[in-house]
T-cell receptor, first 116, second 113 residues
Framework: NAGVMQNPRHLVRRRGQEARLRCSPM?????VYWYRQLPEEGLKFMVY????????ESGMPKERFSAEFPKEGPSILRIQQVVRGDSAAYFC??????????????FGAGSRLTVL | AQTVTQSQPEMSVQEAETVTLSCTYD???????LFWYKQPPSRQMILVIR??????QNATENRFSVNFQKAAKSFSLKISDSQLGDTAMYFC??????????FGGGTRLMVKP
């Protein structure tokens, strides 16, 4: 049973380009979360999605960032017109139902974005 | 809003000895959950231990145990018989049964041979 799969593991983009990060949740998990980790910091919540729905995007920057979790296929975190401050590790996590503490998040290995 | 504070940016311990990592949090909630995650150099986030706030008994997982002091809003992690493989970043995290985990800034633990 594969865990949470993220790709690419490493992505290099120049300023102004677009970055797309993909996340396939664990089998049987229909809830996906994206977190961002800046260097030497803890993870910060960005967005929570279920299939075809954004449930909570309170941690997502208002501009340039978007996320989706289509009916078929992986969840996508999209960053348009990247800037150097977007350089970070982006983690995806999944759970079988919504986070309630009783349901533990399973994290992927992260995607490290470097903006030149 | 909840906050989680880890006051020790770095810690070191000799192999086979015991080390305690500190975590404090701030919340007005009564029911919530606390976690310790380990992040080794591979960057994978690995759950170490979990505590439900309504349980008075401290959680234990093999060499890992917590000291949960609800009134003091403190949730420290004790690692006994430290092993080289315990070298990692350790993050304390809080969930109030909402949609997100709130993480502390992390403690870098180095286990020395």
């Amino acid at each position: 049973n594969a865990g949470v799969m993220q790709n690419p593991r490493h992505l290099v983009r120049r300023r102004g380009q677009e970055a797309r990060l993909r996340c396939s949740p664990m089998k049987g998990h229909s809830h996906v979360y994206w977190y961002r980790q800046l260097p030497e910091e803890g993870l910060k919540f960005m967005v929570y999605l279920q299939k075809e729905n954004i449930i909570d995007e309170s941690g997502m920057p208002k501009e340039r960032f978007s996320a989706e979790f289509p009916k078929e296929g992986p969840s996508i975190l999209r960053i348009q017109q990247v800037v150097r401050g977007d350089s970070a590790a982006y983690f995806c996590a999944s759970s079988p139902t919504g986070v309630s503490g009783a349901n533990v998040l399973t994290f992927g290995a992260g995607s490290r974005l470097t903006v030149l | 809003a909840q906050t989680v504070t880890q006051s020790q940016p770095e810690m070191s311990v000799q192999e086979a000895e015991t080390v305690t990592l500190s975590c404090t949090y701030d919340t007005s909630e009564n029911n919530y959950y606390l976690f310790w995650y380990k992040q080794p150099p591979s960057r994978q986030m690995i759950l170490v231990i979990r505590q439900e706030a309504y349980k008075q008994q401290n959680a234990t997982e093999n060499r890992f145990s917590v000291n949960f002091q609800k009134a003091a809003k403190s949730f420290s992690l004790k690692i006994s018989d430290s092993q080289l493989g315990d070298t990692a970043m350790y993050f304390c995290a809080f969930n109030n049964a909402g949609n997100m985990l709130t993480f502390g800034g992390g403690t870098r633990l180095m286990v020395k041979p």
